[in-house]
């Protein structure tokens, strides 16, 4: 197939979704085409080594959103927002028209990172294959911001968001939970199209000393690094061992606001930023445990690499991660409890071969169940389907 493929994600685990799905495509002999606002991250995960041709259009940085998202917007915030979304949407206008023009067979949308839902959905005259890692959640997701925001933020973005998905040909989900939440949000059905992880690169290194405690996330509140903090604190100081964030992306005031947290709990925070996967990996490999408390996350890579990398889990259970973890036996389930976080990583601090047998179990559950030679078949049957007119 010829497959035009669009997308304006910032750096983390959509972007290494996205660059999977373009890698395995490309390997069946696709013939891939990019288009992407200037916007998106391509310094994170770069996919253009795997499309024949990229079409970028220009578009200059965006207002302050943190501080909109938090509630406490400047007072010309919202025209400048206006201003700004008015060359999102010039931009995915002229993108929709190149695409057009490029004469493929299927559009491949990943999500914009202003509107959720891209406004190309809306004008592509091609067949389009709309990839929801997550819904609009800043409209919805009591999380993500205040209750004020979120009603204006419904009213303004969401019913773009939600506008522009229900124009899409097909809607894939990441997860159950994702596709359950798009069905709520747009009332459209959305077929669930894990993604995978490359078992290749993630992998268990041997010989070497585990090196406590590990999250992986962005320095953001729905993360859950907070609870983890305060969780861990409850562990006795002498058995509490460090603990190692490794973030991609986040806002200084949540990394200042963890720091003070840290320091009040007695926790050893040691904090990593846009770490090359190597590095990634190797940390995965030395952590005696991986922890895990995002909140309603749709899905949730950081288990499974975990789990590639042969290392148990101890996660909240909560959004996609559910569909992830198998509790007791490649990780521990807890709700979110400070204090049942607490024990279940405490428990497996004190027998680490309960913890190796769990992340051996992991280890094959990930390799038997999550390639990306699955994932990209039902990709690559979703996508022919739509191309080519047959009823799913």
């Given amino acids: 197939m010829r497959i035009a493929v669009f997308h304006d994600l910032p750096s983390g685990g959509a972007k290494r979704v996205l660059q999977a799905q373009l890698r395995g495509l490309g390997e069946r002999g696709h013939e891939l085409l990019l288009f992407v606002p200037a916007s998106a991250d391509e310094s994170?995960?770069?996919?253009?080594?795997?499309?024949?041709?990229?079409?970028?259009?220009?578009?200059?940085?965006?207002?302050?959103?943190?501080?909109?998202?938090?509630?406490?917007?400047?007072?010309?915030?919202?025209?400048?927002?206006?201003?700004?979304?008015?060359?999102?949407?010039a931009a995915a206008r002229k993108l929709a028209a190149a695409i057009d023009d490029a004469a493929c067979d299927v559009v491949l949308v990943h999500p914009s990172q202003f509107t959720q839902g891209p406004w190309v959905l809306r004008w592509l005259r091609t067949p389009t294959m709309y990839y929801c890692h997550e819904p609009l959640r800043a409209a919805y997701d009591p999380f993500v911001t205040t209750a004020w925001m979120r009603l204006l933020i419904r009213a303004s973005l969401g019913r773009i968001d939600r506008r522009n998905v229900r124009a899409a040909g097909r809607v894939l989900a990441n997860s159950r939970f994702t596709a359950e939440a798009v069905r709520a949000i747009y009332d459209v059905?959305?077929?669930?199209?894990?993604?995978?992880?490359?078992?290749?690169?993630?992998?268990?290194?041997?010989?070497?000393?585990?090196?406590?405690?590990?999250?992986?996330?962005?320095?953001?509140?729905?993360?859950?690094?907070?609870?983890?903090?305060?969780?861990?604190?409850?562990?006795?100081?002498?058995?509490?061992?460090?603990?190692?964030?490794?973030?991609?992306?986040?806002?200084?005031?949540?990394?200042?606001?963890?720091?003070?947290?840290?320091?009040?709990?007695?926790?050893?925070?040691?904090?990593?930023?846009?770490?090359?996967?190597?590095?990634?990996?190797?940390?995965?490999?030395?952590?005696?445990?991986?922890?895990?408390?995002?909140?309603?996350?749709?899905?949730?890579?950081?288990?499974?690499?975990?789990?590639?990398?042969?290392?148990?889990?101890?996660?909240?259970?909560?959004?996609?991660?559910?569909?992830?973890?198998?509790?007791?036996?490649?990780?521990?389930?807890?709700?979110?409890d400070e204090e049942r976080f607490a024990h279940a990583v405490a428990g497996l601090l004190r027998d680490p071969e309960r913890a190796d047998e769990l992340g051996r179990n992991g280890l094959a559950m990930v390799r038997r169940d999550w390639t990306w030679e699955g994932a990209v078949d039902t990709l690559e049957r979703e996508l022919a389907a739509l191309a080519y007119g047959e009823k799913r």
């Avoid at 917007?73 to 919202?78: I, K, M, R, V």
């Avoid at 409850?234 to 963890?258: K, S, Y």
């Fill in 44 to 89: 994170f995960l770069p996919t253009a080594p795997f499309v024949r041709q990229v079409t970028t259009l220009p578009l200059p940085a965006p207002p302050d959103r943190a501080r909109v998202l938090e509630g406490r917007p400047a007072p010309l915030d919202p025209l400048r927002w206006l201003a700004y979304l008015g060359r999102v949407h």
């Fill in 189 to 336: 059905p959305a077929a669930v199209a894990y993604p995978g992880i490359d078992a290749e690169r993630f992998r268990p290194v041997n010989g070497i000393e585990r090196q406590g405690l590990l999250t992986v996330g962005a320095l953001l509140r729905i993360k859950g690094l907070d609870f983890i903090v305060r969780a861990l604190g409850r562990i006795p100081a002498a058995e509490r061992p460090p603990l190692t964030v490794i973030a991609d992306r986040g806002r200084a005031a949540e990394r200042a606001r963890l720091d003070r947290l840290a320091s009040r709990s007695g926790v050893d925070l040691r904090l990593r930023t846009r770490v090359d996967d190597d590095a990634l990996i190797d940390a995965y490999a030395r952590a005696s445990i991986v922890l895990y408390a995002a909140r309603n996350e749709p899905l949730g890579l950081v288990p499974l690499e975990a789990m590639a990398c042969g290392r148990p889990v101890v996660a909240v259970a909560d959004g996609g991660v559910v569909e992830t973890v198998q509790d007791g036996v490649t990780g521990v389930l807890v709700p979110r």
